[in-house]
């Protein structure tokens, strides 16, 4: 008799853990719903992307941006109000067939899709003669997702990497200028790939130009790679320290960020639509600011504006009201750090923003190739240039 007892306690074991890791997975991976402002119900992963705001991914892919107005739903708490509204129909005396039905629309509705499948089946074999084809239906609606989200990974967050401090490097370096103190390294055998692209396009046509080109410093000889083919190389140019434009930024910029704009109370938290991150000693974040500084447009214009450097919103926010340009307050009054536009600090970012390339940095970061390489000598590319400190 032992012998057969604990075999079918063994299965009894499988079966229930079975059971269990099965409905743990689909409630794996932090799944919620979302109860849209517009009385619609999203159920997926909650993602945030570079710029801090919010999205849900459906198992099917389906990308929707949240709003403040948007409710997340954790699914333990909607199970949880499930069984409260079983335990109140099974309380009740008259037939219960109806108030199954209005249950299964419910979790239909907020997506629950476990829930559906193990309550579909009991509504069938209360008629099963003659069962509802909506809750076939939804029954066969459950099957599919279940099945679905064994296969479906959860997305990721859209974080920033040092991946994207190389870009964004790379993207900043000049061409037409001699710059220095910048360490560069190369790698996978860049040169010697670039030398034979350049053979191979007639821009290098006698070893004289290689060897002049292998001669200049790395430098130049990555300033001389982008003018001629932009990033299709930049992911082999390792670029260690940041150019000048950056450095200024670390300078000038990121001391005031810190005490005003990127702080908890401010674009550092969760108050302002607009995101920045509060530890700038980290690099990553340091140029994650700049992108988000750089390309973000407000109702009243652009944070940066490369083409009007005075009417950028970093320079008139820092200003006291009194000092500003009529309608560009600031929303939230806070101590301004600048004075008025004599002092230096003005003055030091505004002659940044007027180093910066015409472009802003998505532009410049989209770009996949430079003009069509142009045959030229390259002996002393540094020539007639004005040297950049």
Known sequence: ????VIPILACVVIFFSANFLYSQRYHSNKQVVVHLKDGGFVRGWVVTNRKGRQSIVDLDGQSTELTNDDEIINIATLEKEF??????????REDKTSEYLKLLDWTKERQLYELAHQLAPKIIRRNSSNPDPKVQQILEW??????????VKPPQNEGWTKEDVQKIRFALLPTDTVVKGIRINFRHNLIKKFIDDMKAQ???TTNEQVR???NKSRIEQAQFIKKQTGNKYQPDIIIAT???VMREFRRTVVPLLTRTCANAKCHGGNISEFKLFPNTANVVNMYANFYLLDTYKADQGRIINHQQPTASLLLQYLLPASQAAEGFTHPVKFKTPIRFKRDVKYQRILKWIESLPQDSIDVLLEEKSAQPPTTQNTQTQSQNTKSTN
Not at 86 to 92: A, E, F, G
Not at 142 to 151: F, P, Q
């Open 1 to 4: 008799m032992k012998k057969i």
């Open 83 to 92: 069984k409260k509204y079983s335990r109140d129909i099974r309380r009740k």
């Open 142 to 151: 459950s099957a599919k997702y279940l099945k679905l989200a064994r296969s």
């Open 202 to 204: 007639g821009v290098f």
């Open 212 to 214: 002049q080109f292998t």
């Open 242 to 244: 940041d150019p000048p």
